[in-house]
């Protein structure tokens, strides 16, 4: 809080920027598998999962967003011992938000332990079948640790940049896909009961998760005013790609098949020719351009890690640069953790759970305290509280 | 001294603790407090030692020469001065008498000095009786009665008159030695345009600017740079355009240059650029006056530098070193469109060979049928895996260019036949390499002449070696690695204060539209803005 007025990189996330930070941090693997995810209990209503999902994410990033346009400039490592604590019991408000914290960087580092590793396997298995998984995760680790070492505006610039690599490619194979459509295959709209729906979209909302991130990114942003509409486009632009990438692996696949693919998106990737392209099989050249959005996935979760660790500690870029090297080494060893690809699977999903109460229910406890003390405060002082 | 800094560390540790725990209770501080004056001591001392280095290097070069005030004995004078030459055999001192008795003294270094100037309007006109005037007639004339002044106006080619009962010496321009004239540039040859490009001589260049833009803003600052060169640059602007943060930043980073020698304009690129560990050029150089003209409008600030044709243009973002003054002569149909084959000979000169590598020897599958056959075909007979056989064939085209880049005119086209033909050609049907191999190592080469910028071109040529290795190592994969590695680096990279990537990322939609596209000047009404231009209207009143 001391040094924001000093800090250069204040205030320099354009809305843009902010836009396809959430974007690109929540493309990543998840949609690697969520053709058959969404369709496991929707069936044919699968394509809606990701829509009916989206309305809790909404919610979530609307939340955040304004907690953030509350505290200017802090990230939720600063505003939450506020909320706790008031400005008055700083000390009070440390240890209350301590917990939360710790949680909160806990997650964010598993989740990205676990998707550099899920990312792992599916170029091990599809592309290079004679590297080690090993290889595959540090070198993930070694692009994320590379990012740590730049300054904050580097990140956002990064996935400015790489925003158009992540977004084309899963388009094209999406459209490209629908020559072979069966349009058949998503009828009946919808044969399944509404709680199997609901369970389902929540599930869905799995796949949304890494828009956490901007509990500390929002921080940075440009205007204050921007962020509710930032969080909605990126989230918006995601919606719309799951959607398209689901409703091309049901109207592709159909529903029955996309249960037996372990990566229907790679599937699909692999019964997509394109007359008139050079490369025959596109899963290669897909995989190698979807690096990209793994990396910003990973490198997005882990910069927020050791940035929230360096704002906890109140260190430097000296404290971030060495961080971000030494806990690459427990980040591997939660990554190589789980056995085998069913139990990867299964953490995935324990994963998802607790991010809903990282992404959802920390943010509305914070925000029902913050409005509790800001409406005492309006009726102490009988004047109108900012924000 | 190993031996204190370990105790320190260890007096630290232990220093940091209780403070640590005292934060807890009492107030917001910083733990590492003992750890941070650990390293601003360290600092300090590197600093100190610095600077003692420096001075002791000061005093051996200009700042040698004691700042004196001349006495008004001819020979005394003469004897200071050239004590402080040394005797050097090209300085002339040439004796004579003045029109009213007095005893005077020329003196200049042979060669520096226009002759003619010297024997006829400087000599002539003190000594003969009939011309009135007292004064030498040079066209610059001044005087001192400083030492180091004098000593510097010698060196500089200038001819000092020295008479006796004054003083004060007479400093006259005479620079006159032999140059090279306004020639057409070597290095950017452009189709349609100027054709006249930067001498070696720094008021040549900027004339040659001023020609072009007569406007009374345009300002020139001298700065001598270099201890023992004393080499004079000029920092350009534009007033009222050119951001004044930057300008002064510039100023700053010229001033604090510390260094004996200044032979190019190179040395004040590598000296002033924001990140030294960068493969890419930070500043611009370039030999032709309207480039520099046509960026000092956007904004710009361009550096000349006395003996070098180049020019630096400071700040420069990625983008521009694909564009050439070309693209403003043509329409912008055409300009669009070698922008973008611009483009793709870039993407080829990088990628090429690492794609070959990725195809051939991990992903055979996205090959079309017919052509893997046809490329079988062709290996069949190479020993090597075909990482060495692109790393082999990359490297001796490498060999070949250095090759004839130095090689006098009229053989370097044989090297060209000799090397790419008939090497090529042999090693093909000796079975060492595939004609796929000649095809993608050509091209890649053809592709990286096709950009505009020289120093922007080695860039690309020196990355596509490691990403042949990645390649060679992890297939499509290792060469996006390398690629988002490259992404982040650019990304990180800022020339004074603006990121290098900056149409693209930052987003600048005003900047954009000429990036890829060059839009008619009809929508090129504003300045690009990443420059922070003062005045940001190219061109306005026009009526739509």
Same mark, same amino acid.
Not at chain 1, 46 to 63: D, K, Q
């Given at each position: ?62 939340? %955040? ?16 011992? %506020? ?28 989740? $990205? ?46 996935n400015e940049i790489l925003f158009p690599l992540i977004l084309f490619p899963i388009l094209f194979i999406a459209l490209a896909s629908f020559q072979k459509a069966e349009w058949n295959n998503i009828l009946p709209l919808i044969r399944v009961p509404w709680e199997t729906i609901i369970t ?24 204050? $005013? ?114 085998? %690809? ?46 | ?117 010297v024997s006829e309007y400087i000599i002539r006109f003190m000594a003969s009786t009939s011309v009135t005037y007292e004064k030498p007639a040079v066209n610059e004339l001044e005087s001192t009665d400083r030492l180091r002044q004098a000593i510097r106006n010698i060196l500089s080619g200038n ?90 930043? @510039?100023?700053? *980073? ?102 070959? @590598? ?5 992903? =055979? ?73 000649? @095809? ?62 900056? =149409? ?22 504003? *300045? ?17």
């Open positions: 809080m001391s040094q924001l007025g000093k800090d250069p990189q204040h205030n320099t996330f354009s809305l843009w920027q902010m836009t396809s930070l959430i974007t690109s941090t929540l493309i990543g693997v998840g949609v690697l598998t969520l053709p058959r995810t969404t369709t496991e209990k929707m069936f044919e209503a699968g394509w809606m999962a990701p829509i009916l999902g989206s309305v809790l994410t909404f919610f979530a990033i609307w939340l %955040i967003a304004v907690l953030s346009r509350r505290f200017p400039g802090l990230t939720f490592i600063q505003y939450s011992r %506020i909320v706790w604590g008031g400005h008055e019991q700083s000390r009070l408000g440390f240890w209350l938000s301590l917990p939360w914290i710790m949680m909160f960087l806990i997650a964010l580092f598993v989740t $990205t332990a676990i998707t550099s590793r899920i990312f792992g396997e599916v170029v091990v298995t599809a592309v290079l079948m004679d590297t080690p998984l090993e290889v595959i995760i540090v070198s993930m680790f070694v692009l994320a640790v590379i990012l740590c070492l730049h300054e904050i505006d580097t990140l956002a610039r990064v389902g979209a929540f599930e869905t909302n799995f796949s949304f998760q890494g828009y956490e991130i901007m509990l500390i990114f929002f921080a940075f942003a440009h205007e204050n $005013t921007g962020k509710v509409k930032a969080g909605f486009y990126g989230i918006g632009i995601s919606v719309f790609v799951y959607t398209l990438i689901v409703l091309a692996g049901i109207v592709v696949f159909g529903h029955e098949e996309l249960q037996r693919v372990t990566w229907p998106t790679l599937e699909l990737v692999k019964s997509t020719q394109v007359p008139g392209l050079i490369l025959e099989r596109l899963e290669s050249a897909f995989l190698a351009v979807w690096v990209a959005a793994v990396f910003t996935t990973v490198a997005n979760g882990y910069y927020a890690v050791i940035y929230g660790l360096r704002q906890l500690l109140k260190k430097g870029m000296l404290f971030q640069r060495i961080a971000s090297i030494v806990l690459i080494f427990p980040l591997f060893f939660v990554a190589i953790g789980p056995q085998n %690809i069913v139990e990867l699977f299964k953490m995935t999903s324990l994963i998802g759970y607790t991010t809903v109460w990282i992404s959802v229910v920390s943010p509305l406890i914070h925000w029902l305290i913050m409005l509790y003390r800001d409406r005492g405060r309006k009726r102490e002082k009988g004047s109108d509280a900012h924000g | 001294m190993f031996n204190g800094r370990f105790t320190c560390s260890i007096r630290m540790k232990r220093r940091v603790f209780y403070p640590f725990l005292g934060t807890l209770t009492t107030s917001d501080g910083t733990g590492g407090r003992a750890l941070s004056q650990f390293w601003k001591a360290w600092e300090k001392r590197k600093a100190s030692l610095r600077n003692a280095a420096l001075t002791q290097h000061a005093n051996k070069s200009m700042e040698s020469v004691p700042d004196t005030i001349l006495s008004s004995s001819l020979e005394e004078n003469l004897a200071l001065l050239e004590k402080q030459l040394g005797k050097s055999d090209d300085l002339v001192v040439r004796r004579f008498t003045v029109k009213n008795g007095t005893e005077a003294a020329l003196l200049f270094i042979d060669g520096m000095v226009d002759r003619g100037v001819a000092v008159l020295v008479l006796d009962g004054q003083n004060k010496v007479f400093l006259n321009n005479t620079r006159g030695w032999d140059r090279r004239g306004v020639e057409e540039p070597k290095t950017e040859s452009v189709v349609r345009g100027p054709r006249d490009g930067f001498a070696e001589t720094l008021c040549v260049n900027s004339a040659l600017i001023r020609s072009r833009l007569k406007d009374p803003n345009l300002r020139l600052k001298h700065f001598v740079v270099g201890q023992r060169t004393q080499t004079d640059i000029y920092v350009t602007y534009i007033e009222g355009i050119a951001h004044q943060p930057i300008v002064q930043e @510039i100023c700053r *980073r010229v001033e604090n240059i510390n260094i004996d020698a200044i032979l190019e304009s190179g040395y004040i690129e590598q000296l002033i650029q924001d990140t030294r560990w960068s493969p890419f050029p930070q500043i611009q150089n370039t030999e032709r006056p309207d480039k520099v003209v046509a960026n000092l409008l956007e904004g710009k600030v361009a550096i000349l530098v006395d003996g070098t044709p180049f020019a630096l243009i400071a700040p420069a973002v990625f983008s521009q070193f694909y564009q050439s003054p070309e693209d403003y002569y043509e329409r912008f149909y055409i300009a669009t469109f070698i922008r973008m084959i611009r483009g793709v000979s870039m993407i080829i000169a990088l990628l090429m060979p690492s794609l070959y @590598i990725a195809f051939s020897s991990f992903h =055979p599958e996205m090959i079309p049928s017919r052509l893997v056959i046809a490329m079988a075909a062709g290996r069949s007979t190479v020993p090597f895996p075909s990482v060495m056989e692109a790393l082999i064939m990359e490297t001796a085209i490498e060999i070949l260019r250095e090759a004839s880049v130095r090689l006098p005119g009229p053989i370097g086209p044989t090297i060209g036949i000799v090397g790419a033909l008939v090497v090529g050609e042999a090693a093909v049907s000796a079975g060492l390499v595939s004609p796929i191999m000649v @095809i993608i190592v050509a091209l890649t080469t053809i592709g990286s002449f096709a950009t505009p910028s020289y120093s922007a071109a080695i860039a690309i040529r020196m990355l596509r070696f490691p990403l042949m290795l990645l390649a060679g190592m992890f297939g499509l994969y290792g060469i996006m690695l390398f690629i988002i590695i490259i992404l982040i680096h650019l990304s990180s990279l800022k020339s004074f204060g603006v990121p290098y990537l900056t =149409p693209i990322s930052p987003i600048n939609l005003v900047a954009m539209r000429d990036m890829v596209i060059r839009m008619p000047f009809r929508w090129l009404t504003r *300045r690009p803005t990443m420059f922070h231009p003062q005045d940001e209207i190219r061109k306005g009143g026009e009526k739509s």
